[in-house]
């Protein structure tokens, strides 16, 4: 499902502002996005990810900000410009260049100025974030039941429209043995010219072609199906794993009774049962 929360927490001279956004996925994935000196704590962010969710994309970004200037400081290597400026003038002697070796040429070498960060452990900064962290979590956790208790009115509205169409099917189906039978009885008696057929043996075809297109099991198999996913709809725990589950077994039976099908009729309620079983699907796949 899909979230956004935000926390901030201060100390040791700075604020700092977590920020977590989670986009649908059918595994769990965390990425950081941290400032250089607290990228050791990454493992700690995603465990701290991984303890409150079960599936997701989650995106963590960490800023912080320096309250009182204090706590970073520029440092300039005094040795590396001296060898800086006597290569240069050497290299001008040399080659008998004209111009002088000005500031702006040293304050362009990268790597004669450089920030220092304050001394400090990463347990220290952990405790810091930790509650600015905590805070963004909680913000997201609630934007994804808010969205979960909507995401479940719509999925009870979809397993009604299955159940319609299912009872159709059923219904449709008490009607298939008798239509096969006459059918087949205008189609015997067709070929024989007006001649009586062995009524044993019609009624054996008859029988078989029933049995071959009888989809009973088929359609109570889907009803405890759909029985399970309104259970599991009423659970608390994370249970996406489960309902994506029960929706390939509900995909299986349909398949078959569309297999099964040999009534124009049927077919299209097959073809509606289908359509209805892949938007519940869609949907599923926002559910952690």
Known sequence: MTGFGRGESAGRGRVYTVEVQSVNHRFLEARCRLPKRLAGLEPRFQRAVQQR?????????????????????????????????????????????????????????????????????????????EPALAAALDALATMRRQEGAALTQALRRHLGEIEGVLSRVVGRTSDLATAHRNRLRERVAELLDGRLPDPLRLEQEVALLAERGDVTEECDRLRSHLGQFRDTLDRADPQGRRLDFLLQEMHREANTIGSKAADASLTQDVVELKTAIERLREQVQNIE
């Not at 004209?98 to 952990?126: C, F, K, N, Y």
């Open 53 to 129: 969710f079960a599936r997701g994309h989650f995106e963590v970004s960490v800023q912080e900000k320096d309250l009182d200037g204090g706590t970073r400081t520029l440092k300039i290597d005094l040795n590396l410009a001296r060898q800086y400026v006597e290569s240069l003038r050497a290299l001008q002697r040399e080659m008998r260049l004209p111009g002088e070796v000005t500031l702006d040429m040293l304050a362009s070498q990268r790597e004669l100025i450089s920030v220092e960060e304050p001394e400090g452990t990463l347990e220290e900064a952990w405790a810091d974030l």
